[in-house]
């Protein structure tokens, strides 16, 4: 992939915020991160407000309902769905009402298929994971479901282009095995890499930009190639030498890097040089040409920024924003 929906020196949010206030909450997101903004979440405005509900409310013919346990399946909506339903329309209004004559990226982000499964309890209480075949209609499910809601993102803002991301957290401990039995004293069976990628690539919108984050250790990167991803979103400050080869074979097949360098709770936030050492570091022990560098990668938080304060989450979208101007720059230039 040569062409990247966003321009030179980009950076972005990864999804969550803090507060109840989605039309501030989303002037902010316009004004620091302009090049690629993105409709957040707020999970502390209660059920369904979180990226679990807001995913779920997006299931089709597969309604979900809040226990003691978290969210499960269940025969018919009820008042848990219609809550998640809501806070989303609500949210798409004020997308419109921000976003009003924008034209070009704007990011959506939506639980992934494994992530959801091993979230989501089936009726009789295990986790969806344990069972192959649900995993598979919730796939399809989703799938269809987030065809309808980037719809209707392109209703309301007709300029954009949209960009999907897709959280996947729980991937790698569904690959490893490691996810634990609803009555926490097993251990779930680990899913084959094919099977992974096959399920990721069924929720894949055709001819739109799909990124997956994963902030968690060990990305599986060939199981995210296998599924036809064009992006991927990761924590820097979890890299490891041993993913530099993997990370260098995906950027040479055009994958596009979206490297968290900054913290998603408060902090005393580093300065701009350092927040972009990370990316320029990486980029040149790779070897890649520098002229890439400020294209191809776009800098973010290290995960949500659901847990920090609104005065932080807005300084680190900014402090990521001025970041990024400094991988316009010739590598070489940033050494100490």
């Not at 809550?83 to 990226?105: F, I, K």
């Amino acid at each position: 992939m040569s062409e990247f929906p966003w321009g030179e020196a980009s950076a972005t949010g990864v999804g969550s915020h803090p507060g109840a206030d989605h039309v501030e909450t989303l002037r902010t997101v316009f004004g620091e991160v302009p090049d690629l903004p993105y409709l957040p979440e707020l999970p502390d405005r209660g059920v369904g407000a979180d990226m679990v509900g807001r995913t779920a409310s997006l299931l089709v013919d597969l309604p979900v309902e809040v226990q003691p346990s978290g969210w499960r399946f269940t025969d018919r909506p009820g008042r848990d769905l219609r809550r998640a339903r809501e806070h989303l329309a609500r949210d798409l209004d004020g997308l419109e009402e921000v976003a009003q004559g924008y034209e070009g990226p704007l990011k959506i982000q939506v639980c992934g298929p494994w992530t959801l499964a091993g979230t989501v309890e089936l009726r009789y209480g295990d986790r969806t994971l344990a069972d192959p075949g649900a995993v598979r209609d919730v796939a399809e499910s989703l799938a269809e479901g987030l065809a309808a809601h980037i719809a209707a993102v392109r209703s309301r803002v007709p300029g954009a282009t949209v960009v999907v991301q897709l959280e996947e957290p729980g991937l790698p401990g569904a690959l490893a095995g490691t996810v634990p039995t609803a009555s926490g004293f097993g251990r779930l069976a680990a899913v084959e890499p094919p099977i992974a990628a096959e399920r990721l690539r069924a929720v894949l919108p055709p001819e739109v930009f799909t990124v997956v984050h994963c902030c968690a250790p060990e990305v599986p990167f060939d199981v995210l190639r296998s599924a036809g991803v064009r992006g991927v979103s990761l924590d820097a400050g979890l890299l490891r030498r041993r993913d530099e080869d993997k990370i260098g074979e995906a950027i040479d097949r055009g994958t596009a890097l979206f490297l968290g360098v900054v913290p998603g709770t408060d902090s005393r936030l580093p300065d701009i040089g350092v927040v972009a050492r990370p990316a320029v570091e990486l980029w040149r022990r790779l070897g890649f040409a520098p002229a890439g560098l400020a294209r191809q990668v776009v800098l973010t938080p290290s995960c949500g920024l659901a847990g920090a304060s609104p005065g932080y989450a807005r300084a680190a979208l900014a402090r990521c924003r001025e970041a990024a101007r400094v991988l316009r720059e010739d590598p070489e230039d940033e050494r100490d």
